[in-house]
């Protein structure tokens, strides 16, 4: 921190020069999503079973080159500025953003059990003991997926299953990417990890409470995405940490994927008739019956990961001695989180969400 600079001076500072960052790249991959929006519609058929999946996966591909391209044009317009408040050691942030996704024969099969764990201890548990109490939540979901390129949902099974293997990866590239990958990644190099933890899932739930918008009706009562914001602001809380501890984004993308595949059966065969029961009994029991030996086989691992994930959490509430903050700089940072985290999110809706 610089003399005679105050903690608060340096929080807005910071969070100030990350926000027109984030516009720089946000305006980049709007520009690049409008290639998919544009153009696919004209070389293929919308109605084709071929649209839909290749429709989601150019917006992934898409995605991932606008934030890399458009990280180095930002770094480059910024490089005075970044320098005041960037770590000392501070790698292309192109070359960073990218390097979540390397997989080597080494750390594969850790970055597959980190995933297989998210996916049977964290999303499945979630998702069943939603729907077990909520059920209207599928009822909620249905209606509002209908809009926009989810006509999957009301095809034929063969239809959909052919969908349902490229579309959730698509969309878990792409979310992930956008929140863990940039949003949580690139903001620890402007502040608090915690800080950025924080942030990016107060935006990542925003974007699914954010359906209301699209809701086809307004009789649908608004606790069904609140339930559906509580829901992925904790996932991307524990997502984001794990991605920033491990610099891996693969295991995010692999459980969020399966996720993904998993709750559109669910939605599936409640549009066809079927009620959440059916589910239960043929897919989440078995799933939850895999998870709890997981957890045993696991414990160790689970048990250490758990303890530093409270010990991080709990940092976030304590006073950041890098800038030498006083219990009322805490509070206001905290404040400025889910601020700034709202107000990246109006951006996202003008721009890419």
Request: proline content about 4%.
């Amino acid at each position: 921190m610089r003399r005679n600079e105050t903690p608060l001076k340096v929080l807005l500072r910071q969070r100030f020069y990350f926000l027109f960052e984030i516009l720089v790249i946000f305006l980049g991959s709007f520009i690049f999503l409008l290639i998919p929006f544009l153009l696919l519609p004209f070389l293929i058929d919308t109605n084709s079973v071929f649209f839909e999946p290749l429709y989601y996966s150019l917006r992934a591909v898409m995605l991932i080159a606008a934030i890399s391209l458009f990280l180095y044009l930002a770094n480059f317009i910024m490089e005075k500025q970044r320098k005041r408040l960037i770590l000392e050691v501070d790698i292309s942030p192109s070359r960073n953003f990218l390097s979540l996704f390397k997989i080597t024969k080494k750390n594969f099969k850790f970055q597959l059990l980190y995933g297989v764990l998210l996916l049977f201890l964290i999303f499945v548990p979630l998702d069943f003991f939603t729907y077990f109490f909520s059920p209207e939540m599928l009822s909620y979901q249905s209606a509002v997926l209908v809009f926009g390129y989810n006509s999957y949902f009301f095809s034929n099974y063969a239809i959909f299953l052919s969908s349902i293997i490229f579309i959730p990866l698509s969309v878990a590239i792409y979310e992930e990417s956008l929140t863990r990958g940039f949003l949580a990644n690139r903001g620890s190099d402007y502040f608090n990890k915690m800080s950025a933890v924080v942030l990016s899932s107060f935006f990542f739930g925003l974007g699914h409470f954010g359906y209301i918008l699209v809701t086809p009706s307004p009789d649908l009562p608004l606790i069904f995405p609140i339930i559906w914001f509580l829901q992925t602001f904790f996932v991307g809380i524990i997502l984001a940490m794990i991605v920033l501890r491990k610099h891996w984004i693969f295991p995010a993308i692999f459980a969020h994927t399966l996720n993904n595949v998993i709750s559109s059966h669910s939605i599936w065969n409640y549009i066809n008739g079927q009620d959440f029961s059916f589910m239960a009994i043929f897919m989440y029991i078995p799933l939850l019956i895999i998870g709890i030996i997981l957890f045993i086989w696991q414990f160790t691992r689970i048990k250490e990961s758990l303890s530093i994930g409270f010990k991080e959490f709990k940092s976030y509430f304590t006073r950041d001695k890098n800038i030498q903050e006083s219990s009322l700089d805490t509070i206001v940072r905290i404040i400025l989180d889910f601020l700034f985290g709202f107000i990246i999110f109006l951006i996202g809706i003008l721009f890419i969400i």
